[in-house]
């Protein structure tokens, strides 16, 4: 073999373990490559998996009205169904809510039509059944709903989450009723009965006690304004 005929080979071999190298390097990038998107994939999926997790104990309903087809789709929960996968026309969704909140139910998603509010909060009764042939069902809902834009700026989707409150607003119903009928017996009791506060101020006393101390008004500020520890018709009262 000549100098020029081990020159080539020499030269080969160098190309040849270059092209070797930079396909184990390739190789070797494209494995840790693919070894990182399925480490981030199986992250994404357990994130994913806590947050719907932390939607589902929440019970929260995500939904969207797309402001082109003027429909409401769910992205997460069913508030809107069973229509919510082929979307549910707003006429109809505004046909469930309770007829003494469909004033504010338009003002509120009219504010988000015309670019108005970007933001805001609506409390709402919603019919949950969706057969019109039986009574209402009426939940009480909570929304929160932000505005979202395309890359022109111009107000594509109202993001919408709900919360169904009926439970609370039951108990809080039940309370305010109860509070009523204690109410009605405290005011028409045949006994005399007042409320002072710790520093002897009046806070309420019912219809017989205004009678036994001749009110002139329901709110007579001569005793309103009096502490009872400085009154000498009270000397056993002390603080």
């Known amino acids: 073999m000549n100098i020029a005929e081990y020159s080539s080979s020499t030269f080969f071999s160098y190309i040849l373990m270059t092209v070797v190298l930079i396909v184990l390097l390739a190789l070797i990038i494209n494995y840790l490559v693919k070894l990182r998107v399925a480490k981030s994939t199986e992250r994404y999926t357990r994130i994913n998996s806590v947050l719907k997790q932390s939607l589902d ?23 809107l169904s069973p229509e919510g996968e082929k979307g549910l026309s707003f006429e109809y969704a505004r046909s469930l809510v309770h007829p003494e909140d469909v004033e504010a139910y338009d003002r509120f998603i009219n504010s988000f039509r015309s670019g108005e509010k970007k933001e805001d909060t609506l409390e709402y009764r919603y019919n949950t059944v969706y057969d019109v042939s039986k009574a209402p069902v009426w939940h009480h809902i909570t929304a929160h709903a932000i505005l979202e834009y395309d890359e022109a700026g111009k107000p594509t989707n109202v993001i919408l989450t709900m919360t169904d409150q009926t439970d609370e607003a039951r108990v809080r119903q039940m309370g305010d009723d109860m509070s009523e009928k204690y109410q009605q017996l405290f ?34 500020s001569a005793f309103f304004d009096s502490c009872i520890y400085d009154l000498a018709s009270y000397p056993g009262v002390t603080r």
């Open 187 to 220: 005011e028409n009791s045949i006994i005399g009965i007042s409320f002072y506060n710790a520093e002897g101020y009046l806070i309420d006393c019912n219809k017989m006690m205004r009678e036994i101390c001749n009110f002139e008004s329901r709110y007579d």
């Open 57 to 79: 104990m929440g019970e929260l309903t995500i939904a969207y009205l797309n402001l082109q087809d003027n429909k409401f789709y769910n992205f997460h929960g069913d508030h």
